[in-house]
């Protein structure tokens, strides 16, 4: 069975700084993707960036990047410069390829102070 | 391109009572998968439906059914409600080799 663990349910970041969330996870796959979604106060869901296991490379998005050590079977998410509008619940989510299933953490809510 | 609409937005229920919920997928996606999303906590895989057929399912009772028609839209049913069924409910389309999901606003049932 695939597991996700968020162990930061509430964090907070000053305007323009820097903050990473943690994400760790459990598989017995070699190739899936992970993913990081936000979800702010209005509900719907919005992708905020994905990583493909077989690539070494970390992904990056403009602001947003992550640390993917897949050795270690963690995917952590770092937002540079952060801005009122990234304040949202956030989700680190696993995806195996056969089946195209979803397994989400518990969520990390982020709150950006002005 | 149209994304991912649900409905209704919102639901009131009795415990006992059945309810359908609605989806409509994005523009050229022909999967759909079902979370539900109780509060504070993750989205939790019930199914998805791959050109009409139930294409995996998660940890849920079979009083959780669903339908995918020709156009991709999907329904999702739930008979004999209980209480512990109130959550947010949503519904996520995706072209399976890209694995992208795109999520809908949700419906938000309440079983009293």
């Known amino acids: 069975a695939q597991t996700v663990t968020q162990s930061q349910p509430e964090m907070s970041v000053q305007e323009a700084e820097t903050v990473t969330l943690s994400c760790t996870y459990d598989?017995?796959?070699?190739?899936?993707?992970l993913f990081w979604y936000k979800q702010p106060p209005s509900r719907q869901m919005i992708l905020v960036i994905r990583q493909e296991a077989y690539k070494q490379q970390n992904a990056t998005e403009n602001r947003f990047s992550v640390n993917f050590q897949k050795a270690a079977k963690s995917f952590s998410l770092k937002i540079s410069d952060s801005q009122l509008g990234d304040t949202a619940m956030y989700f680190c989510?696993?995806?195996?390829?056969?089946?195209?299933?979803?397994?989400f953490g518990t969520g990390t809510s982020l709150t950006v102070i002005p | 391109e149209t994304g991912v609409t649900q409905s209704p937005t919102h639901l009131i229920k009795t415990r006992g009572q059945q309810v359908t919920l609605r989806c409509s997928s994005q523009s050229g996606h022909n999967t759909v998968s079902w979370y539900q999303q109780a509060l504070g906590q993750g989205p939790q895989f019930i199914f998805q439906?791959?050109?009409?057929?139930?294409?995996g399912r998660g940890n849920f009772p079979p009083r959780f059914s669903g339908l995918q028609f020709p156009n991709y839209s999907s329904e999702l049913n739930v008979n004999a409600l209980e209480l512990d069924d109130s959550a947010l409910y949503l519904c996520a389309s995706s072209l399976v080799q890209v694995g992208e999901q795109y999520f809908g606003p949700g419906t938000r049932l309440t079983v009293t």
């Open positions: 439906y791959y050109r009409e057929e139930e294409n």
């Open positions: 598989t017995s796959e070699n190739n899936y993707y």
């Open positions: 989510a696993f995806m195996k390829l056969t089946g195209n299933q979803f397994y």
